[in-house]
């Protein structure tokens, strides 16, 4: 198989880990940051001063994980200083992460495997759709379900530890690379599609892990440059996301905390600095706000490479160095671990003083989950895969048991064509363009629509080739791919249809006149298919679609007066011909997964009508968006990359709100085949006497228990006033009173729900407001308040098609 994912770790991962020396025992020196960058040292203290917060919490248990912790205490116990060291410090080996087996203790080590859409470094599995497609779902039954079948498959291949869901970037920026990855720019959305996705993992029983903790929102120098002569010297620090409070709270994080509450096994700290430490140093971020305020009893693991010191690491809270040591990878940078033998040492000069505690944290959910009992055997087909640690590069044995290349697919083609469908969003839809009506004559267009030519790697962009997914680490390895193409002859030969296609961008654009060059007849349906690349690494350098695209679309709808615009995308694109009148449909199919065809089929063909909703919003020009990643410096000072999150709580929707600026498909904005109204809406105190702050309950996972009691009901009756079945989402946006403090956005999404309704049918629907659904942070109290004064609930089937609104005063 190939090398296909040496490029893209190389160019990042593994080269954060050319680390300076820094185990120095004692905390590092970058800490003790402030929330607010000293940019302008007059306002520094707005938002107060957070200290170096030490020492690290350890595990308690809470939550349900107290009999977990009895056995995790009972076994670490009996294990030598050295095995508590291999405990906490990867090796190379079949996985992407590895802890080796303790033999004398029945224990087989624990596999790690990416990640967020697929076990990736495996055979015989399947690709799901990516996260932004999930998120377009606004589907909680289908990211349940989405979680459940994935992890079906990490653990037929023995995979302990699954490296998603992700939650950050959240999308602050709509260039950055790995949005996709993740679910939604809106911290609600995102907040409840971690918490499904978590607990379908781990009802499976695999351990989830929360990525990437936090502030990592851009891609360009999310590590440190490194000498290219002496790879252990550093020439500049990795990026600092600088945050205040609110924000940290109020956006970053808020999907975190549902990760955190849902019990995720692991969080992944991220490469970034976070207020100019880096994130697996970072005290504030890991002791203070993970472990202590959000109560996570779980461990956290660095991301690959991301670990710039030893002991400064572990007192600032981290659990796990991963992949460990480079010294043994397939890069031979001949870097020995901060941690492996340098734990030894730390413990017996008294250094470390949690070692314990961290091997307790790995060791609890995996009891829990009871992963020591028959858990399938770790897929030598991994090992022969990972061109990221290769058997070369091992240093330790591993003993493979089970059979070799399992198919571990099941009937998962049926579920992720079904996805696929439900995350495509329906933008423009004139003239009843769709659903097709059985046409006889169908032209297609785009290199989007038909077979890659250079195979199904994915690591790499390509140009002929439909894309179902992005590229890194969060990539899935194809084991098919059904491309929209093929699926479209599938289906038209059932209609005794002709099916002409141009999958040559470069050809396409020049074409004159086409009615030169279809056959005699105008096609009833020209559908365009155009593709956008992303992928870790890189953040992306333009909000259009690639190969042209923009250019494909203008030649055809020229001469065709039916265009049926289809993308296969991470997200936004800028669509600059949307009100092309000859372009009757466009259809955001995002990133589907190996059903793509199937599922672009079952929408065009109405088979399935389409429900899902923007969890973006799609602005008139790549220029409107506020909150670019920061690419480019002109200085040399070490530590000169800095990202200042001057917008605050200003992203997306609530920036182009709070400016009225004018967007083109605003948030939550998503077509259907029939029509939905709300009417009736209501909203029933559930407490009586709700106060302002919150009680101050013993922390549980997940933060205090008091900020998720439901406090507010709203409900309202939607119908479907149209002649076809289908999904409606109501979404309740909140505004605060005018008491909360500036910077408070217009409306925030707090409450969604994908209804089900036939042709004339009317249900009722609940949204169940949370005491944090009606807070801010406020950060002198560092506390969840709600505001006084009037609230208003708005509920509409998006960000900007409010249909009905009430007003209501929470806090007497
Ligand atoms: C810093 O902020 C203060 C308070 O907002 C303002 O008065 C002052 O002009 C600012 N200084 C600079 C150098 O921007
Ligand atoms: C964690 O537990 C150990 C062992 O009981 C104890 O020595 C240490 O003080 C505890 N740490 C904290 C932060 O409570
Ligand atoms: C390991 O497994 C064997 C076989 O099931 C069992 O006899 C033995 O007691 C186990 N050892 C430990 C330490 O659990
Ligand atoms: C690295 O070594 C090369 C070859 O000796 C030299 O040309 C280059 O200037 C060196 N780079 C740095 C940053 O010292
Ligand atoms: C400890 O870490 C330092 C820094 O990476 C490294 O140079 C050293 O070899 C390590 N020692 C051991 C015993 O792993
Ligand atoms: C690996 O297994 C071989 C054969 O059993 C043995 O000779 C060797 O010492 C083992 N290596 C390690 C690092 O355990
Ligand atoms: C695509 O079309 C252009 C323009 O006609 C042509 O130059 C190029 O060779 C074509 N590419 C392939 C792979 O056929
Ligand atoms: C498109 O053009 C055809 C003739 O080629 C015509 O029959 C049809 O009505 C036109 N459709 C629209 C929407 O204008
Ligand atoms: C739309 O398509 C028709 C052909 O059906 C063409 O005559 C007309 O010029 C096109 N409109 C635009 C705005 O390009
Ligand atoms: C760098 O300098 C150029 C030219 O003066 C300027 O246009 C650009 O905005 C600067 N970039 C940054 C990040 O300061
Ligand atoms: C927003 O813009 C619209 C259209 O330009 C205008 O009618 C409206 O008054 C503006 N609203 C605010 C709050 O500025
Ligand atoms: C909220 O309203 C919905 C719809 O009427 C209802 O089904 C649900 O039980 C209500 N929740 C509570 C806690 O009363």
Not at 358 to 364: L, Q
């Amino acid at each position: 198989m190939a090398a296909f994912l040496s490029s893209v770790i190389a160019g990042s991962a593994l080269l954060s880990a050319v680390t300076a020396q820094n185990f120095d025992g004692g905390a590092s020196s970058d800490e003790g940051f402030s929330w607010v960058q000293p940019k302008n040292t007059t306002i520094l203290g707005e938002y107060g001063h957070s200290p170096a917060v030490y020492p690290s919490p350890n595990i308690t248990g809470v939550g349900g994980w107290e009999a977990a912790l009895e056995k995790a205490k009972a076994w670490v116990a009996q294990l030598t200083l050295e095995e508590k060291a291999d405990m906490v410090t990867g090796q190379a080996g079949p996985c992407v992460g590895n802890i080796v087996a303790i033999p004398r203790l029945n224990f087989s080590g624990l596999c790690l495997h990416d990640g967020p859409l697929a076990i990736r470094v495996a055979d015989y599995t399947s690709v799901f759709s990516a996260g932004v497609s999930a998120g377009a779902t606004w589907d909680r039954a289908i990211m349940y379900e989405r979680g459940v079948a994935m992890a079906e498959e990490f653990k037929a291949k023995g995979a302990h530890v699954i490296l998603g869901p992700v939650a950050g970037p959240l999308g602050r920026s709509g260039y950055a690379g790995r949005n996709w990855e993740g679910f939604s720019s809106d911290p609600y959305l995102s907040g409840v599609a971690m918490e499904e996705t978590i607990n379908g993992h781990q009802d499976t029983g695999v351990q989830a892990t929360a990525k990437h903790w936090i502030g990592n929102e851009q891609e360009v120098q999310r590590n440190p440059t490194y000498d290219r002569n002496i790879t252990t010297v550093k020439t500049s620090n990795a990026i600092s996301s600088n945050l205040d409070d609110r924000t940290m709270h109020e956006l970053y994080m808020w999907p975190f905390a549902n990760a955190a509450r849902a019990k995720a096994a692991s969080f992944m700290c991220s490469y970034q600095r976070i207020n100019g430490s880096y994130g697996c140093q970072n005290s504030a971020s890991q002791n203070g706000l993970l472990k202590t305020e959000l109560g996570f009893q779980g461990y956290i693991m660095s991301d690959w490479g991301a670990t710039h010191s030893g002991v400064a690491s572990i007192e600032a809270g981290l659990d796990m160095n991963m992949p460990g040591g480079l010294g043994t990878y397939g890069m031979n940078f001949g870097i020995p671990s901060f941690f492996g033998g340098n734990i030894t040492i730390g413990v017996n000069n008294g250094s470390i003083t949690r070692l314990d505690d961290m091997v307790i944290r790995i060791m609890t959910p995996y009891f829990w989950l009871n992963q020591d009992k028959d858990y399938p055997s770790v897929d030598e087909s991994s090992a022969d895969l990972n061109t990221f640690s290769p058997r070369s590069s091992w240093t330790r044995n591993y003993t493979f048991t089970g059979t070799k290349s399992r198919d571990v697919r099941g009937n998962h083609a049926e579920l992720i064509r079904r996805h696929g469908a439900a995350g495509s969003v329906l933008l423009k839809n004139e003239h009843k363009a769709l659903p097709l009506k059985a046409p006889k004559n169908i032209a297609v267009f785009g290199n989007d629509a038909g077979d890659p030519v250079t195979g199904l790697l994915n690591q790499a962009d390509y140009e002929f080739g439909t894309l179902a997914a992005g590229g890194g680490s969060g990539t899935g390895q194809f084991s098919y791919l059904f491309t929209p193409l093929r699926a479209i002859q599938d289906r038209a030969i059932q209609d005794k249809a002709v099916v002409q296609h141009w999958l040559n961008n470069t050809y396409i654009t020049t074409v004159k006149d086409w009615n030169n060059v279809w056959l005699p007849t105008v096609p009833d349906v020209c559908i365009v298919l155009l593709k956008t690349w992303a992928a870790e690494g890189a953040d992306r350098k333009h909000l259009s679609v690639d190969y042209d695209g923009d250019k494909v679309v203008k030649s055809v709808a020229r001469d065709c007066n039916n265009t049926v615009v289809v993308t296969h995308s991470p997200g936004i694109n800028t669509l600059d011909w949307a009100d092309h009148p000859n372009v009757t449909a466009i259809l955001a199919a995002h990133f589907p997964g190996q059903e793509s065809g199937h599922s672009l089929v079952d929408v065009l063909y109405g088979e399935v009508n389409p429900s899902g909703h923007l969890p973006y919003t799609i602005a008139m020009n790549g220029s409107d968006y506020n909150a670019p990643p920061t690419t480019a410096i002109n200085t040399t000072g070490f530590d000169d990359w800095q990202s200042y999150f001057d917008e605050k709580l200003e992203i997306d929707y609530r920036y182009f709100d709070a400016h009225n600026i004018t967007v083109r498909y605003e948030f939550g904005f998503g077509l259907s085949y029939t029509t939905f109204n709300a009417s009736e809406i209501e909203a029933s105190p559930l407490e009586s006497n709700i106060s302002a702050l919150p009680a101050d309950l013993p922390i549980e996972q997940g933060g205090n228990p008091a900020l998720w009691e439901a406090l507010y009901n709203v409900t309202i009756s939607v119908s479907n006033t149209g002649d076809v079945a289908g999904a409606a989402v109501p979404q309740l946006y909140v505004g605060l009173p005018s008491s909360a403090p500036k910077g408070t956005p217009i409306r925030q999404l707090r409450g969604f729900e994908k209804v089900h309704l036939e042709a004339g049918e009317t249900k009722s629907v609940g949204f169940e407001l949370m005491r944090r659904d009606l807070s801010y942070w406020d950060v002198v109290r560092q506390q969840w308040v709600i505001p006084e004064g009037e609230f208003t609930f708005w509920v509409g089937f998006s960000s900007r098609d409010l249909v009905a609104e009430k007003k209501v005063t929470v806090v007497s």
